[in-house]
């Protein structure tokens, strides 16, 4: 397992097709479990996780309009798919196609969420790249909640262009590839 400490070399961990990054957190966004490929490809050991913050691997090339979409569509009770870098404990990084969902107690009630992490397709990564990196100029032309609102529309314009909602775009691109 890696180490807990920061470098911030830049280098990316490339998943293996059949990876699965398996994670949970309670209704504030705590996590409550990770699987061992989750903490052996993020770095963290189980104590540096458990109960932090989900967004300790948040790395800070993803604009914010994702997370904001993400928890908009998980406060409906949609699930979200979508592309993320996130950042390892060494400084490296790493991309997912991720699948959260809301995890429901026996009645139905949300106890917190669950999410699934797999290898993306190259060609989906390239292309959410350049799209994450005009949605971050907008929201750094914009400070706070401005900057993440326009960014968001940005985003919902350019997947309307060819697609009916943001799951069914993310879905497309990491389809492409198989």
Not at 7 to 21: A, F, T
Not at 83 to 94: E, I, T
Not at 109 to 125: D, E, I, L, N
């Amino acid at each position: 397992m890696l180490t807990n400490q920061a470098i911030g070399n830049g280098q990316e961990v490339l998943l293996e097709q059949d990876d699965l990054l398996v994670s949970k957190t309670d209704t504030r966004g705590k996590v409550t479990y990770a699987n061992r490929r989750f903490m052996n490809i993020s770095g963290y050991y189980e104590q540096h996780l458990l109960g932090q913050p989900h967004n300790i691997i948040r790395h800070a090339d993803m604009p914010r309009a994702v997370f904001r979409l993400m928890w908009r569509m998980l406060q409906e009770g949609k699930e979200f798919f979508g592309f993320v870098k996130n950042s390892c404990a060494d400084g490296r990084h790493y991309w997912v196609f991720a699948n959260v969902t809301v995890d429901l107690d026996e009645h139905g009630v949300s106890k917190g969420y669950f999410s699934v992490r797999r290898c993306p397709p190259r060609s989906a990564v390239d292309y959410c790249e350049k799209l994450y990196r005009d949605m971050r100029s907008i929201e750094a032309g914009t400070p706070g909640n401005g900057g993440i609102d326009k960014s968001l529309a940005y985003l919902q314009e350019v997947v309307s262009e060819q697609y009916p909602s943001f799951n069914e775009a993310m879905l497309a691109l990491y389809n492409q590839s198989k």
